[in-house]
């Protein structure tokens, strides 16, 4: 277990009510519990938001005195809540100060951040009670058990803080010390480091003179793989050897034992009766044997009956822990702390959850081929007492996969690739639990990760929740504003969900935010654009948007080339003349060379496909030779497929040992100028527009998709586009 000091900052469970770990329904309603402290999907909504905090500490300022230095350490966590020693900083002063008031607003703010840190959750309760409010206690015990419901250390906390209060004459309250104990072991209790609560579990039974229950417990512990494993096998035997089997066994197994001992044990006395009446004198009677009488001889074979059963189940245990035991030795901070982990610790969880789910499934195969072999081997080695945690195999392998998922989900609960591998685990169980791990993630742990939430918004939508991908997608968009993957996003959301105005207006609202960052005004002013046209079916409202986002970013050649791609869309006859109006437009604009080369290719290809006068395709073919004079020396190095003048002139030199190089080398050639002239040819001749057919097809022309623009774009990266 980890330390409990403020500098160790450990913590032991996982927050957030979930199916796989779910204490809500185990614990008992607090005292005068509230509808906050009912539920784990966070914890309490006021200290979550720093102006409840503000508007907290001015209230309390005016009712009381505030130690000297409490505004200003509070301000330091609350302006930078990221920064955890400035949240330790100022707990320690308050605990320091012995102020309650403040001490308790500075574990509620600090808790509603890091609900891992289960230490503090142990200062909370010691400091409600020490004030005297043994009920307010125990509901802060119970709010930290929801968090971290894998504590064990909390778990018995807890019991220790009832053992406490409750008047132990009653009867009500050994039933309800019983109830706790089982909704820890059924929480935590397999966990690797579970030892103390099964033995505390243990001695409480023994200490109430409930030796059948303790042997019950103890039996049980028996089929946990855990660290101290061996030692609850002692203890189990020492408690058999102590007490009489009778009152150590259930009913069943003692009946069914003593039948099968006191068979034996006649089937011996007649024989050695037998041995006897021949040497017993003539008339001499046979010895009456009392009836109904347990020997002590017959309890040592009830108990050498017992322990060969038990036997059986430890070396399976002994068998299970072996398997575990590298993987557990190499996790060297179990508990939850926000300094990084490093590389190989991160490997080590990942290895371990892939062997705890390989184990799985190999489980649930060998169970489906031979469905009957288990209960075979159960009727050799067990009672037909059976425990809830002696399910089938598949049931069992379950729950130890969750389990260690959730023990993984401490120690790297700032760590988004763990939360997303148990989400994929969980999705094909079931969709509640999945939402629920979601929520955790996303709330509690992660709020500022973009790409958790959004994977949860495609969860929601996927499985029909409209409403909640907003939300999901909203709260995000307020958290990390100027995310463009995320307006996008909810863009597309509202697309696919049939409102269209919606989808655009919020492009338009994002067009309209980003005006002084014109790289991103042009983001989404392309994306606008496009939604008009291909979706909306509105050319006229996406060549103005396009046109309007030049007017401030005339040097941006992705809105060059999206204007030409609408124009070269519509019908040839009727945009021939707005395709050339945009290349005009583009070779007027402070573009690169090649950029305006680009366009003006494209240009004279359209006119070349599409045009029906000979005429205007010359025309814009020499304005495309002369925009390539015009370049110079930029036209030589694409011309030759370098930009290195040396490497140029040395292509030059050695072009008469390429004479025999196939056609199909031209396709690498840049797309913005012609290929290299053809060997043994008339230089001059390749100037002619006939020469300009070979290559103005080049089909890397269409190389222009900026922004993702034609390639999938990754919902999956967040992206601020430069400024």
């Not at 001015?58 to 966590?77: G, H, M, Y």
């Not at 119970?142 to 209060?165: C, E, F, K, M």
């Not at 309800?176 to 089982?182: C, D, G, K």
């Not at 038990?310 to 070396?315: E, H, N």
Request: aromatic share 8%; proline share 7%; glycine share 4%.
């Amino acid at each position: 277990m980890a330390a409990e000091s403020c500098e160790e900052m450990s913590g032991n469970g996982v927050p957030e009510e979930s199916s796989a770990m779910d204490v809500t329904e185990a614990l008992p309603p607090p005292p005068e519990a509230s509808e906050e402290n009912g539920g784990a999907a966070a914890a309490p909504e006021g200290p979550a938001d720093p102006d409840n905090y503000s508007t907290a500490l001015a209230t309390a300022s005016e009712q009381e005195d505030l130690p000297a230095d409490f505004e200003r350490l509070w301000k330091a966590a609350h302006d930078n809540p990221q920064d955890f020693p400035s949240w330790t900083d100022l707990l320690q002063y308050c605990e320091h100060e012995g102020h309650a008031a403040t001490y308790r607003r500075a574990l509620e703010a600090f808790l509603a951040r890091y609900p891992l840190c289960y230490g503090y959750w142990k200062k909370f309760v010691d400091l409600e009670r020490r004030g005297g409010d043994n009920n307010k206690a125990e509901e802060v015990c119970i709010r930290g058990l929801q968090a971290i419901p894998l504590s064990v250390d909390l778990w018995i906390h807890y019991i220790n803080l009832l053992l406490g209060t409750l008047d132990m004459n009653l009867p009500d309250s050994a039933v309800r010390i019983r109830s706790v104990f089982e909704n820890g072991v059924a929480s935590c209790g397999l966990d690797f480091h579970s030892d103390r609560l099964w033995d505390l579990y243990v001695e409480w039974e023994k200490e109430h003179g409930n030796v059948k229950n303790a042997a019950a417990v103890l039996d049980r512990a028996l089929r946990v793989p855990t660290q101290l494993y061996s030692t609850h096998y002692d203890k189990f035997k020492a408690h058999l050897n102590n007490n009489p089997p009778k009152d150590v066994l259930p009913s069943e197994e003692y009946e069914e034992l003593r039948a099968t001992c006191r068979q034996s044990q006649k089937a011996k006395r007649a024989e050695q009766a037998q041995e006897a009446d021949e040497e017993r004198p003539p008339g001499e009677e046979e010895p009456a044997t009392p009836e109904g009488t347990d020997s002590e001889e017959l309890m040592q074979k009830i108990r050498d009956q017992v322990l060969l059963r038990r036997d059986k189940v430890y070396q399976d245990n002994e068998g299970e822990v072996r398997k575990r035991w590298n993987y557990e030795d190499a996790i060297k901070r179990p508990y939850f702390h926000v300094r990084p982990l490093d590389r190989l610790q991160l490997r080590a969880w990942h290895t371990y959850l892939d062997w705890e789910i390989a184990e799985l499934n190999k489980d649930t195969k060998e169970s489906s081929q031979d469905p009957n072999q288990e209960s075979t081997e159960e009727s050799e080695i067990t009672t037909q007492r059976q425990e809830a945690s002696d399910d089938a195999p598949a049931v069992q392998g379950d729950h130890r996969v969750r389990i260690l998922f959730e023990r993984c989900l401490i120690a790297c609960a700032l760590y988004e690739e763990f939360w997303t591998r148990y989400i994929q685990y969980l999705e094909p169980q079931g969709v509640q639990e999945t939402r629920a791990v979601y929520r955790r993630a996303c709330q509690v742990h992660l709020p500022n990760k973009p790409n958790i939430h959004m994977q949860w918004a495609t969860f929601e939508e996927r499985h029909g929740d409209l409403n909640e991908a907003r939300r999901v997608l909203e709260a995000l968009e307020k958290a990390r504003p100027g995310l463009a993957v995320v307006r996008i996003r909810r863009a597309a959301l509202e697309r696919r969900a049939g409102r269209l105005d919606q989808s655009e207006a919020l492009l338009r609202e994002a067009v309209a935010e980003s005006k002084e960052r014109p790289t991103l005004h042009a983001f989404y002013s392309i994306k606008l654009a496009r939604l008009l046209l291909k979706v909306a079916r509105n050319p006229d409202g996406a060549r103005t948007v396009l046109q309007e986002a030049l007017e401030i970013s005339p040097d941006n050649d992705k809105l060059h080339l999206n204007l030409l791609d609408l124009e070269s869309s519509a019908e040839p006859g009727a945009s021939a003349e707005a395709v050339q109006e945009c290349v005009t437009r583009a070779l007027a604009a402070p573009l690169t060379p090649q950029t305006k080369l680009l366009l003006s290719q494209r240009g004279l290809q359209f006119t070349e496909e599409y045009s029906n006068s000979i005429k205007s395709v010359l025309s814009v073919y020499e304005a495309h030779q002369k925009l390539l004079d015009e370049l110079g020396g930029t036209k030589r190095e694409a011309e030759n497929g370098d930009e290195d003048p040396e490497k140029t002139s040395k292509t030059d030199d050695s072009s008469s040992s390429s004479a025999a190089a196939p056609a199909s080398s031209t396709s690498h050639v840049p797309i913005t100028t012609p290929p290299p002239p053809v060997m043994a040819a008339d230089p001059s001749a390749q100037t002619g527009y006939g020469a300009y057919s070979s290559w103005y097809q080049q089909p890397q022309y269409g190389g222009y998709g900026g922004y993702g623009y034609q390639n999938a774009w990754n919902y999956n990266q967040s992206y601020y586009p430069p400024s």
